[in-house]
């Protein structure tokens, strides 16, 4: 059974940063694309970042590009989203997701078949 395990949220100030961590456990951690969600009150879930099995390709949204990294350890079977430079309207509950490794519709939560239970960032300004 696929288990994903998110940390690392909490409260931070206007401009300060955060690293999330995603512990996945119950496949081949290497053979699938990993990335992160987030859903605010109110607001559907928006992508924002995600990365193929070998860490060689990319993508983000257009509001975080430039502040946060997402990577990954296969060695460790854990992948992270480092968020800097952080605003209020990054606050939100975190997801981080596992999928097969193509990039076919990549930036939509179809193209993820397991999730972690989420972690709260909030930003206050």
């Known amino acids: 059974q696929v288990q994903l395990v998110e940390s690392g949220g909490g409260l931070v100030q206007v401009g300060g940063s955060l690293r999330l961590s995603c512990a996945a456990s119950g496949r081949t951690f290497s053979s699938y694309k990993m990335a992160w969600f987030r859903q605010a009150p109110g607001k559907e879930r928006e992508f924002v970042a995600t990365?193929?099995?070998?860490?060689?390709?990319?993508a983000y949204a257009d509001s975080v590009k430039g502040r946060f990294t997402i990577s990954r350890d296969n060695a460790r079977g854990t992948a992270y989203l480092q968020m800097n430079s952080l605003k209020p309207e990054d606050t939100a509950v975190y997801y981080c997701a596992t999928g097969p490794n193509v990039v076919y519709y990549r930036t939509t939560p179809r193209a993820y078949d397991y999730w972690g239970q989420g972690t709260q960032v909030t930003v206050s300004s």
């Open positions: 990365i193929t099995g070998n860490g060689g390709n990319t």
